[in-house]
Nanobody, 116 residues
């Protein structure tokens, strides 16, 4: 079955960096685009970044453009989100997502807290 497991969240000060990882299994990872979403308290879940199967095409929400970088290692079935220059408003639960076999799959999420 499809599984997505996020890791790498934590507490960081404003201006700091974190690297999130999402380990995928149960499908041919290299064939699918992968997404990172986030959900802040009391808000909707929003798309943060997307990377297509070849790793060469990416998309970023305006709020993170220039600060976050999505990448993937198809040999390790893992997608990453490098987050730099973190701001208070980046505080959220970050979810890995894949649309596989006509269904949406989600990880359980990893909490990122940006606080001084």
């Amino acid at each position: 079955q499809v599984q997505l497991v996020e890791s790498g969240g934590g507490l960081v000060q404003p201006g700091g960096s974190l690297r999130l990882s999402c380990a995928a299994s149960g499908f041919t990872f290299s064939n699918y685009r992968m997404n990172w979403y986030r959900q802040a308290p009391g808000k909707e879940r929003d798309l943060v970044a997307r990377i297509f199967s070849d790793g060469g095409t990416t998309y970023y929400a305006d709020s993170v453009k220039g600060r976050f970088t999505i990448s993937r290692d198809n040999a390790k079935n893992t997608v990453y989100l490098q987050m730099n220059s973190l701001k208070l408003e980046d505080t959220a639960v970050y979810y890995c997502n894949a649309h596989v076999y006509a269904m949406d799959y989600w990880g359980k999420g990893t909490l990122v807290t940006v606080s001084s």
